[in-house]
C-alpha cells in the first residue's frame, strides 16, 4: 500500500496550485461571512469545493449539478423544516427527538431523490438540505449558500482549461 498517489509524484504542481485555488476561493467566499452558524452549511460548500479543485472534470463538478444540487438541498430542508417542525404538525413533534432525526433524514432523502430524478446530483447538497431542516434558516443563509456555489461554478469554468483532476 502506497501513502503518496503516484500521480503526485508526477505532477505535484498541479496538486499544490489546485489545493491553493480552493483555499483562495473558500477563503474569499468565508471572509464574506459575517457569522457562520450553520456548521453544516460550511461543510457542505467545503465538500462542494473539493469537487471542484479536487475532480473538476467529474460529472459533479459540472455547473448544474453544483448549482442545481444545491437549489435541491435547498429547498428539500427548508420545506420539511416548515411542513415538519414549524408548522401546527411541528408543534406536536417538537420535543419527540425521534421524530425530529427522522425529518432531519427525510430531508437528505428527499434532497437525494429529488437531485438523482433532475439530474442534478451533487452529494456535497445533501449536507445543505441537512442544514436547512436542523437549523432555523434565513435569506441571509440561502443567498449566502447560492452565492457561494455560483462562486464556485465561475471560478471552475474560468479555470477549466487549466485545471486536472487530482485522482
Excluded: C
Amino acid at each position: 500500500m502506497e501513502i503518496i498517489d503516484k500521480s503526485f509524484l508526477r505532477a505535484p504542481k498541479s496538486y499544490i496550485v489546485q489545493s491553493f485555488l480552493a483555499v483562495v476561493t473558500l477563503g474569499l467566499i468565508l471572509y464574506f461571512v459575517e457569522v457562520l452558524t450553520h456548521a453544516a452549511v460550511v461543510a457542505a460548500l467545503g465538500s462542494s469545493a473539493f469537487i471542484v479543485f479536487a475532480m473538476p472534470h467529474s460529472i459533479t463538478a459540472r455547473p448544474r449539478r453544483l448549482l442545481g444540487g444545491h437549489i435541491v438541498g435547498l429547498l428539500s430542508g427548508i420545506i420539511l423544516r416548515y411542513i415538519f417542525l414549524t408548522s401546527s404538525l411541528g408543534r406536536q413533534i417538537n420535543g419527540r427527538e425521534f421524530l425530529t432525526l427522522f425529518v432531519y433524514a427525510l430531508a437528505v432523502g428527499l434532497a437525494i431523490f429529488l437531485m438523482t430524478i433532475t439530474n442534478t446530483e451533487h452529494p456535497p447538497a445533501a449536507g445543505t438540505a441537512l442544514a436547512m431542516v436542523a437549523h432555523q434558516w434565513s435569506y441571509p443563509v440561502v443567498f449566502f449558500i447560492l452565492l457561494s456555489v455560483a462562486g464556485l461554478a465561475i471560478v471552475r469554468r474560468l479555470l477549466n482549461g487549466h485545471l486536472r483532476d487530482l485522482f
